[in-house]
């Protein structure tokens, strides 16, 4: 794979994990910096550099209360281990086997953040490190067998993990949001996770659907949800020296 279509994904990943961080002037500012770099190629993508342009920090505040308010969601949580789990034990074992993607890279999640590891910021920033370490790997000229390391953990956490739920909690998203930015977020990565799992050659999305949720379509949630403050920051993971 040519490092420019690493780095892009690691740009549309990076960007999306900053987005579904807690609302922050400093996240605003590199949230502007980065949309002219959003891929012109998806109308997702331009809808979603339209919004950033006249966001501000107290609407982008507003919309996270209300799709994401204050206590864990009804309707569209953003953590995996809320989709798709049949008992405790299930979600124990999703949270583990997500910590053991990131041990296994030499991660962990920032000391400050205060997240569990399966949010939708926390996973899309691993994503971000994955494809810039492949792209890096290319760049350098290392060994074949360290730059399909780095593919194959990305198509192993998507079919494992992140592609899993993350469509089904966009599709969520996007009908409790309305419109404005998580509305664009949503449709940007449901369309982006779609074009990854083809990417990686892994199976399409076929989860996402909420534990102990009534059996009714995902597009009828439309009432504000009453859901958890994302407490995702910047430095999402960091690598230990």
């Not at 807690?22 to 002219?36: C, F, G, T």
């Not at 994503?127 to 290319?138: G, P």
Request: proline share 5%.
């Amino acid at each position: 794979m040519k490092p420019s279509v690493a780095l892009r994904s690691s740009h549309l990943y990076g960007t999306l994990s900053l987005a579904f961080a807690d609302p922050d002037r400093a996240v605003l500012r590199e949230l502007r910096r980065r949309a002219p770099q959003l891929d012109a190629y998806q109308s997702e993508a331009r809808a979603l550099r339209a919004v950033l342009s006249r966001l501000s920090l107290a609407r982008w505040r507003a919309a996270h209360v209300k799709c994401f308010g204050y206590a864990i969601s009804k309707e569209c949580p953003p953590y995996e281990a809320e989709y798709d789990q049949a008992n405790l034990f299930q979600k124990t074992q999703t949270l583990a086997d997500i910590a053991g993607f990131y041990r296994a890279f030499g991660l962990e999640t920032a000391p400050v953040l205060h997240e569990r590891a399966d949010h939708a910021s926390v996973e899309l920033e691993f994503m971000h490190f994955l494809c810039l370490k492949e792209a890096h790997a290319v760049e350098r000229g290392e060994s074949c067998a360290r730059i399909a390391q780095c593919r194959a953990a990305q198509a192993r956490f998507v079919e494992r993990h992140l592609g899993t739920w993350a469509p089904g909690f966009a599709r969520r998203l996007r009908a409790v949001a309305g419109t404005g930015l998580y509305a664009a977020l949503a449709r940007l990565l449901e369309a982006f996770l779609t074009a990854e799992a083809k990417r990686l050659r892994v199976r399409p999305a076929t989860g996402g659907r909420l534990n102990e949720a009534p059996d009714v379509p995902e597009d009828t949630c439309a009432a504000p949800c009453g859901a958890p403050a994302a407490a995702a920051r910047i430095e999402v993971v960091h690598e230990r020296i």
